[in-house]
């Protein structure tokens, strides 16, 4: 059981489009996923959590309007990334916590590689 | 305030051996460390974690230790195996305001030789 996953796993964009990033809980409901950023051999920072029915909170210095959070359902949030730059290719990797499971326990996804042309 | 350090950057074993790594925090709201395994190319797996009204805790060949005077615990990976090779993270969670928001060390690059 709590398994997320991510989609696309991977995905190569040019300069100036939007990439949208879908996370789901497959085997339970989340009402808080969170988005983290990761750079080859760093570790993860986190970019914003996001609520189901509400805005999500961002880190700061994360672009809220750069990276968009959207949390439809207690299964599924998106992550958009719009006008994509080459600094913004990176490993995107979503988590979530079992609703009501008060445990703090996170799953992650297996992480989506967004490489920017 | 918010930070967790972790140490070493790099650690090499020799299959059958005893892997520690350690981390360190600050921040005394802290009440939760989890401790993630991250293969290349994957997102990370949790491992084993501990609130701080114990000392240790062990899960198969993994054991949390934690001292909360000194603000440090650590990971223990009894019988280490090849396959124990991957980056390990450990991380700290607060409640409050901050609940579920995870501060993660810097990893360590754990590789284990047959």
């Known amino acids: 059981g709590a398994v997320v996953s991510q989609h696309p796993s991977w995905v190569i964009c040019k300069s100036g489009t939007s990439v949208k990033i879908e996370c789901r809980s497959l085997?339970?409901?989340?009402?808080?996923m969170f988005w983290y950023r990761q750079f080859p051999k760093q570790s993860l920072m986190l970019m914003a959590t996001?609520?189901?029915?509400?805005?999500?909170?961002?880190e700061q210095g994360v672009e809220k309007d750069k990276f968009l959070i959207n949390h439809a359902s207690l299964t599924l949030s998106t992550l958009t990334v719009t006008s994509a730059h080459p600094e913004d290719s990176s490993f995107y990797i979503c988590?979530?916590?079992?609703?009501?499971?008060?445990?703090?326990?996170?799953?992650f996804g297996p992480g989506t590689r967004l490489t920017v042309t | 305030q918010q930070q967790v350090k972790q140490s070493p950057q790099s650690l090499i074993v020799q299959k059958g051996g005893i892997s520690i790594i350690n981390c360190a925090y600050e921040n005394t709201a802290f009440d939760y460390f989890p401790w993630y395994q991250q293969f290349p190319g994957k997102g990370p797996a949790l491992l084993i974690a501990?609130?701080?009204?114990?000392s240790e805790k062990k899960e198969g060949r993994f054991t949390i230790s934690f001292n909360k005077s000194a603000k440090q615990f650590s990971l223990h990976i009894m019988d280490s195996q090849p396959g124990d090779s991957a980056t390990y993270f450990c991380?700290?969670?607060?409640?409050?305001?901050?609940?579920?928001?995870?501060?993660f060390g810097q990893g360590t690059i754990l590789t284990v030789h047959p």
């Open positions: 501990i609130r701080p009204d114990v």
């Open positions: 996001s609520n189901e029915g509400s805005k999500a909170t961002y």
């Open positions: 085997d339970f409901q989340a009402t808080t």
């Open positions: 991380a700290a969670n607060a409640g409050g305001t901050s609940y579920g928001k995870l501060t």
């Open positions: 988590s979530a916590e079992p609703r009501d499971s008060g445990t703090y326990e996170q799953y």
